[in-house]
């Protein structure tokens, strides 16, 4: 098992630039989540989807937006990147609502 | 809102000692987890702590939770340099897993 992947690993790009990052997994989890950590702040959440075809938002949403494409793949698409995005995004899943959540290697994204 | 305190935010061990990293959160919550960080590299789940009073051990590594007084506990025995990394508590907001972590401690153990 892979577990929870991540792409890509780093990312540059210039303000105004949209991307999408991709997250799979193969645990069969029904959770997903989405979260940046900055430096001192410890993680945050951006997005989460608790099962397959619904997604909420979390403490941090403005400037992302979220697709659960299937049970197994949950991206992230930042639409008009800003400075404030420079971040290391991780990706996290759960099997079920309250379980320990498994996190992804990360995507080290730099908005110049 | 819910705030999450950890402390020390640093903590630099010697081999051998014992030693206790607190977590401190603003509202009612039974649901802790404990994840630790390796420098340049993903979290890893240590403890999911569920209930009022409940106590996990892994090693060098206990947990407690205490939901009245809202803090948890991670104590560490007789530390090891492997045991260097960042730990982080993060407690849900409400049953949807929405967690919020604390900073982190980042522990150095030298010999």
């Known amino acids: 098992n892979a577990g929870v992947t991540q792409t890509p690993k780093f990312q540059v790009l210039k303000t105004g630039q949209s991307m999408t990052l991709q997250c799979a997994q193969d645990?069969?989890?029904?959770?997903m989540y989405w979260y940046r950590q900055d430096p001192g702040m410890g993680l945050r959440l951006i997005y989460y989807?608790?099962?397959?075809?619904?997604?909420d938002k979390g403490e941090v949403p403005n400037g992302y937006n979220v697709s659960r494409l299937n049970k197994r793949e949950f991206s992230l698409r930042l639409e008009s990147a800003a400075p404030s995005q420079t971040s290391v995004y991780f990706c996290?899943?759960?099997?079920?609502?309250?379980?320990?959540?498994?996190f992804g290697p990360g995507t080290r994204l730099t908005v110049t | 809102e819910l705030k999450v305190e950890q402390n020390p935010l640093f903590l630099s061990m010697q081999e051998g000692k014992n030693y206790t990293i607190y977590c401190n959160y603003s509202?009612?919550?039974?649901?802790l987890y404990w994840y630790r960080q390796d420098p340049g590299k993903s979290l890893e789940s240590l403890f999911v702590?569920?209930?009022?009073?409940a106590v996990k051990q892994e090693g060098r590594l206990m947990a407690s939770l205490d939901t009245k007084a809202r803090l948890s506990t991670l104590h560490i025995t007789a530390a090891v340099h492997d045991l260097s990394a960042t730990y982080f508590c993060?407690?849900?907001?409400?049953?949807?897993?929405?967690?919020?972590f604390g900073a982190g401690t980042i522990l150095r153990v030298k010999s």
């Open positions: 989807s608790a099962s397959e075809g619904t997604t």
């Open positions: 702590l569920l209930s009022n009073g």
């Open positions: 993060a407690v849900d907001t409400e049953y949807g897993n929405k967690l919020v």
């Open positions: 509202t009612t919550s039974d649901r």
């Open positions: 996290a899943s759960s099997e079920v609502l309250a379980a320990a959540q498994y």
């Open positions: 645990m069969n989890h029904n959770s």
